[in-house]
């Protein structure tokens, strides 16, 4: 197999047509030189050069041999700046892992800010249900993802925000309200004002459900649930045309632009109604500056609506 100190000399010979001139550009020894073209010959089986000729050409097997050879070092040379590239840390590839939930609302103020960043990274997005997140992290599957609730002893977690969460209230109870106004600076509410109104909840495996159901069990109340379903977008297009309450993240209300239509949303009086947000990745992550980047942009997504 050549070398790479053999290819230049191959090329070099190739470009000056001889062999002096040659040895002079590669600061070697024509002898040394002439016995370096001679050895690749030999392994090869095949003449390289035509010796006969003024300058030296390239026999056709030369010529093909040494396209081979610059498309090989033309290999080499990429990937040895890619690899520089790497420890510097300016390419590489992340796999992040959302719901999509946390997708469909952020991702527009994540993603183009981290390839301003990084314009040669390969991030990758994974969207899958919440309680298959950091299963995926534990398994290899995404690199970083995330969650809400710590699921998973074998990972780290890193609190990124806390999230508020709001009761979507339909027309029909909201129309006579006193003092009721569209957004979310309405008073805070009691669930026993609202306990025998029908209820759009996600499904159980949820992270809003398990919210949901401690929200009931504070405040000692059953609900009358009427539908149940894997998305929040569409508990929350249910409740605002009439159909009951459900439960909404910050996010859905900011970055869904639910604020500016509308909506009716109140605050919850008898529990506490957030949740935190975490970026979970696996304990040997190596932590890069680019992967940091990323957390940190993810928080202040979260933190800017």
């Not at 600076?185 to 159980?204: G, Q, T």
């Not at 109140?266 to 980047?293: G, M, N, Q, W």
């Amino acid at each position: 197999m050549i070398n790479e100190r053999q290819m230049e000399a191959l090329m070099t010979v190739a470009r000056e047509g001889n062999i002096t001139r040659a040895a002079k550009k590669l600061y070697i020894s024509q002898p040394a030189l002439s016995q370096m073209i001679l050895g690749i010959e030999r392994e090869l089986g095949s003449a390289l050069f035509d010796r006969s000729s003024i300058p030296l050409r390239l026999t056709y097997a030369g010529e093909k041999y040494l396209a081979a050879c610059m498309q090989i070092h033309s290999i080499y040379e990429s990937v040895t700046q890619q690899i520089t590239e790497i420890q510097d840390g300016s390419i590489g590839r992340i796999t992040l892992g959302m719901s999509l939930h946390m997708s469909i609302f952020m991702t527009h103020k994540i993603l183009p800010r981290f390839f301003t960043m990084y314009p040669k990274f390969d991030l990758k997005l994974v969207e899958s249900a919440p309680h298959n997140l950091a299963e995926m992290v534990l398994a290899g599957q995404v690199d970083l993802a995330v969650v809400y609730l710590p699921q998973i002893s074998g990972l780290s977690y890193e609190p990124i925000a806390k999230e508020q969460i709001y009761l979507a209230a339909p027309p029909f109870f909201y129309r006579n309200l006193p003092g009721c106004s569209t957004g979310v600076s309405n008073r805070a509410l009691h669930m026993r004002e609202v306990y025998d109104a029908p209820f759009i909840l996600l499904k159980r495996g949820h992270g809003m459900r398990t919210l949901a159901e401690k929200i009931f069990s504070d405040s000692h109340c059953i609900p009358r649930t009427l539908l149940e379903t894997d998305s929040i977008e569409v508990a929350h297009r249910l409740a605002k045309e009439n159909l009951g309450f459900t439960f909404v993240p910050s996010t859905a209300i900011y970055y869904g632009n639910y604020v500016n239509t509308n909506g009716v949303y109140f605050p919850i009086a008898d529990s506490i109604s957030e949740r935190e947000l975490f970026v979970c990745f696996r304990k040997d992550t190596y932590r890069t500056h680019a992967l940091d980047a990323l957390i940190e942009i993810i928080a202040d997504a979260v933190r800017a609506e």
